[in-house]
Every structure is written in structure tokens, then in C-alpha cells.
């Protein structure tokens, strides 16, 4: 964000094109007092490319950190503590989220500004509606993270906003514009699940490509959502770039599109995480890369998940059992390793395997059904954690099921 100089000491400085745009927007989405909306994401079919394999999830700026967040709303908002009561609620709330930086910002006041945020959750209505009004007059002076979260607010109906995306996708677009990589991530988003837009996954790649650039971010959101893109393209180039060094469950779907060698647990449990989150890639990546391991592998891993991925609507399905000692034998091919045991011995694999797929089965689905950390979701700041995600979740009627 460029700042504006005043002309001489005391004199009002003249607002930019950019921060009237802005003012306007904010303006027309921040009505406080309505009804709160529900989080309705687009379900992994949403995003599903015809004829395309389905695989994911620069130097950050960094604000100073903050010493505490009532200290952030102090110097931030001055006008904000006018009654003493109000002071001391703003107080309290402080003390739950110190230590809470630092974030990715792009501006002088960024750190400030996400400290105010994470009061919003817990602040009764009427520290809400102040922080709000404060937060409001940031965003119409162009400051990123406020126009960011504004946007946020707007695309979820939340904390006194009317539900608009449209607008949101507005306001993501004009804080994008000063590199700020969670409006640059959310608006990613817009364009990858088709949010009040065509889907663009070529124009969501390169954002989140430029998201990536401004640095990492402890919640892995940028790297997964990024790989998960360019899988969805069938980019393998951006595939193995993005993933590189990505710890996010969504980037290992890209990681198995492009492995090669025999997936280690490490990746097994990666792609477990990945159905998780709500993504059905996971199933098929799961048979693909143990597919890779059948000659050696006395564990029958390929025959496990492969019957997982068949039956996963049909945990309690009779032909489990049959299907398991079918394909125990399948690939027990001459010369190989599992070919070496005994008949007696493949078919207590076989035995054992048919139990393990209805209680693997059993497990990922609890797993899915407990999960909140949904990487579809737009974000108010980066890194956005599971600890924001609990903070946020019942203010923007954030549900564990999609």
C-alpha cells in the first residue's frame, strides 16, 4: 500500500483513487447488526476437471510483533476506548490471544489490524461493533489486511456483515493488488471453486503462484492449495514445484501423482490426512502409489486400499471378503516375494485384510466427519491455524461436516 505524504503539518492528506474505491466498497458491504450466515463450501465433485486426473492444497513481510492485542487496539483504533467498561472487556479479551503473531502482512499496520481481528470471536456485541466500525474505517483507507477482512466478513455474512461475495471478491481483488497473500489465497479460492465467477484454475494458479512468492505460511494453506491447483491441471511442473517442501495433506496428492518409486508410511499418512480434509482423491492415490510395491510387499498394502477405494460406501459389504482373497492371489505372481508364502499363509492375509478394510473405511469417514480444517475456505489472515480455526469457527457458523 502506498502511503499518502501530507503537503504540510496539519493539513488533511487528499485520499487516493485506490483508497476512494476502497471506501466505497466497504461502505456498501458493512451494514453492523445482520444476521450471521452459514459456511456453505463446495463439496471436492465441485471442483472435479472433465477429462483432467483430479489431484491440491518472496520474503514475507513481517509487522512487528505485537506485545499484546489490547496494546494492537490501542494503537490502532485511538478513538475506539471511549468508556471504561468497553476498556476493560478489551482488556480481558487481550489477554486470551497474546502471542498470536507474527502474520504475513504487506503493511506497517498489518500485525495491529490481525490483532484486532482475532478479538472479534470472543467480543460481546458491543466491543464487536466497535472493533468493527474501526476495522471498517482501515479498510476505506486502503490498509490490505482490513480490506481483506472486510471482504472475509462479506463473503460470509459474519460479524455484523451482509452475506455478498461479490462484493468480497471486489475487496479481495483490490488488497491483492498490493501483494498481500491472503487477499491474493482468497481470491485464489473465488477463482478455483467458481465463487461468484466463472472457475479459473489457470487464473487461481498463478495467484496463489504470487501467494507462494511473498513467503511461507505455518499452516501450509498457500503451498497445499497451490499444489492441489496444479494437480487438478494435470501441471506436473507445478506440481513438484509447489509441493517441494509442503508438509500441507493436500500436497501430497501431487507428490503421488509424480511419484515414482514405491510410497513410503510417511505418504500413506499424508494421503489418509488428504481424506480427511474432504478430498476423495486420497482413495485413488492410495491404490496408485501401492500399486507400485505389489512384488514385495507382504502386507498386501495395494489390495488393502484398492478394496477401501471399492467398497468405501459399503464398509459392511459380504463381498469384501472375497474380493480380498481374490486379489491377494492376483498378486501373488511368480518370482515374486508374496508368491513365496504359503497357501495357508495368503489366505489368513487375506482373512486379515477383509476386517481391515471395513474398519479403515470406518476410520477415514470419522476422520472426514471430526475434520474443520477445511483448506476450500476463505481465510481473514495467514498463517489461518486449527487454533483460528477453532477461534473462528462458531462465529462464522463453521460446521466439522460438509
Partial sequence: MTSQKRRSEGQPRMPSRRALCAASLVAAVFVPGSALAQLSLPTAADTTVPTQALPTEGTMRQGTAPSNALDTARAAGGRLIDAS????????????LRGSGPHAVSSRQGEKVIGMIRMLP??????????????????????????????FAAEEGAFGVPKQPEKAAMLYRAAAQSGYQTA???????????????????????????????????????CGMASFVAYRLGDRAGMRNFSDGCNGPLSALA????????????????????????????????????????????????????????????????????????????????????????????????????????????????????????????????????????????????????
Fill in 85 to 96: 467498561s468497553l476498556q476493560t472487556r478489551l482488556q480481558e479479551l487481550a489477554g486470551n
Fill in 255 to 402: 507428490v503421488a501423482a509424480i511419484e515414482t518409486s514405491p510410497a513410503d508410511d510417511a505418504l500413506i499418512g499424508r494421503l489418509k490426512n488428504s481424506i480427511a480434509t474432504g478430498v476423495d482423491d486420497g482413495y485413488y492415490a492410495l491404490e496408485a502409489v501401492t500399486r507400485l510395491k505389489t512384488r514385495d510387499d507382504t502386507e498386501f498394502s495395494f489390495c488393502l486400499w484398492s478394496l477401501v477405494n471399492r467398497y468405501r460406501a459399503q464398509p459392511g459389504s459380504p463381498l469384501i471378503a472375497s474380493d480380498a482373497a481374490t486379489c491377494v492371489e492376483a498378486v501373488s505372481v511368480p518370482g515374486s516375494k508374496v508368491a513365496s508364502l504359503e497357501p495357508v499363509a495368503r489366505q489368513q492375509a487375506a482373512f486379515g485384510l477383509a476386517r481391515t478394510v471395513g474398519m479403515e473405511i470406518q476410520q477415514l469417514a470419522a476422520a472426514r466427519k471430526a475434520t474443520s480444517f477445511h483448506f476450500g475456505m476463505s481465510v481473514p489472515f495467514l498463517p489461518f491455524t486449527q487454533d483460528d480455526v477453532d477461534l473462528f469457527a462458531p462465529a462464522i457458523g463453521l460446521s466439522s461436516q460438509r
Fill in 122 to 151: 470472543k467480543a460481546d456485541p458491543e466491543t464487536r461493533d466497535a472493533l468493527m466500525r474501526r476495522l471498517q474505517e482501515l479498510a476505506k483507507d486502503s490498509v490490505p489486511e482490513a480490506l481483506t477482512f472486510i471482504g
Fill in 184 to 222: 491474493q489465497y482468497d481470491l485464489a479460492l473465488m477463482n478455483a471453486y467458481g465463487r461468484t465467477m466463472p472457475r479459473n484454475l489457470r487464473e487461481s494458479e498463478s495467484l496463489l503462484a504470487h501467494a507462494l512468492a511473498a513467503g511461507p505460511e505455518g499452516s501450509n494453506r498457500v
